[in-house]
């Protein structure tokens, strides 16, 4: 079973997109759990609205997540996704340990940056795989990413935090999907966002596959 934790101590970075778009690609390759860890329940509102019977969903805390991990991993589930809460660092870094791999989406501005410190540390005291994503960028132009972006990069690189290759853009048919209960994938399939989602889900499963971290399971 794989884990992936869509973590970062600061809200409005985009965990919540990230989880469902994944999911819904997650759960082309194999079973597949969606788990809203996050009381504003951003995950729940768009799966309520969702007429498609998978993933599954389930709301998780602190006293219950031990327990959904292991049932998932005695169901046979292939994929857990995991969309933390921004602000309980305690159930971040248990959901840390038991992650195959932790993602951080990284809006490239200066608050999202320096908050995405926080979550490094965090990681790297528990010896935990890592990978953060910019998230919500300005669009490639004439296939260059832009200077905020780029700028972005090399700050993440400074503090030697893993990012993974290209980006999500900020475009329209990522809120158009959420509200209609659907993923990017299954909204637009050909689409750009479709093609960026798809890349980072593609680079997140490398990474899962390569640390296999489920304990208790």
Not at 79 to 90: C, E, G, L, Q, R
């Amino acid at each position: 079973m794989h884990v992936i934790l869509v973590a970062t101590q600061k809200g409005g970075a985009g965990k919540s997109t990230l989880s469902a778009h994944f999911g819904a690609l997650a759960d082309r390759e194999g079973k597949t759990l969606l788990v809203d860890a996050d009381p504003q329940g951003s995950l729940m509102g768009w799966y309520q609205s969702r007429n498609a019977e998978t993933p599954l969903l389930v709301q998780a805390d602190s006293n219950n997540i031990s327990g959904i991990l292991d049932a998932a991993a005695a169901e046979d589930v292939e994929w857990v996704i995991i969309d933390s809460a921004p602000h309980n660092a305690p159930l971040m870094a248990a959901l840390m340990a038991r992650a195959s791999v932790t993602v951080v989406p990284v809006r490239p501005g200066p608050f999202d940056l320096r908050a995405a410190g926080a979550t490094l540390e965090m990681a790297r005291a528990l010896k935990a795989p890592i990978a953060c994503i910019i998230n919500a960028a300005p669009p490639i132009t004439r296939e260059n990413e832009t200077s905020i972006v780029a700028e972005a990069r090399a700050f993440l690189a400074g503090m030697d935090a893993p990012v993974l290759p290209g980006q999500v853009s900020q475009r329209a048919s990522f809120s158009h999907a959420l509200i209609t209960g659907q993923a990017v994938s299954e909204y637009e399939p050909d689409g750009r966002a479709a093609a960026e989602i798809s890349a980072m889900w593609s680079a997140v499963t490398e990474l899962a596959r390569a640390f296999p971290r489920t304990k208790g399971s």
